[in-house]
């Protein structure tokens, strides 16, 4: 399974992106997580072959994910930025959500850089 992901880019505090992840296939769940340098590595939020999402609760009211399976494309809408969204945003998949950040049980992406600042 390959994953593309896109979007990414300099905002200022306030502003959006938008980023999309096309991929070769899928499993039960995708979605996006983030690592800044000398963070852990966070889930974003993911979404389930059942529709069902999950945010972390930094970015709840602010990001919003979305999928379109006919275009195997999934979305991740931010807004409202902030300086501590800044980082690597990767798009992943795997047959359960609890293990999108496990690198032998996942497929990931390449990254797209988010960086906010004024």
């Known amino acids: 399974v390959q994953l593309v992901e896109s979007g990414g880019g300099s905002v200022q505090p306030g502003g959006s992106l938008r980023l999309s992840c096309v991929t070769s296939g899928f499993t039960y769940c995708w979605g996006w997580f983030r690592q800044a340098p000398g963070h852990d590595r966070e889930i974003v939020a993911h979404?389930?072959?059942?529709?069902?999402?999950k945010y972390a609760d930094s970015v709840k009211g602010r990001f919003t994910i979305s999928q379109d399976n006919a275009k195997k494309s999934l979305y991740l809408q931010m807004n409202s930025l902030e300086p501590e969204d800044s980082a690597m945003y990767y798009c992943?998949?795997?047959?359960?959500?609890?293990?999108?950040?496990?690198?032998?049980?996942?497929?990931r992406g390449q990254g797209t850089q988010v960086t906010v600042s004024s």
């Open positions: 979404i389930d072959d059942d529709g069902s999402t």
């Open positions: 992943a998949t795997a047959g359960d959500c609890g293990w999108l950040l496990l690198p032998h049980h996942s497929y």
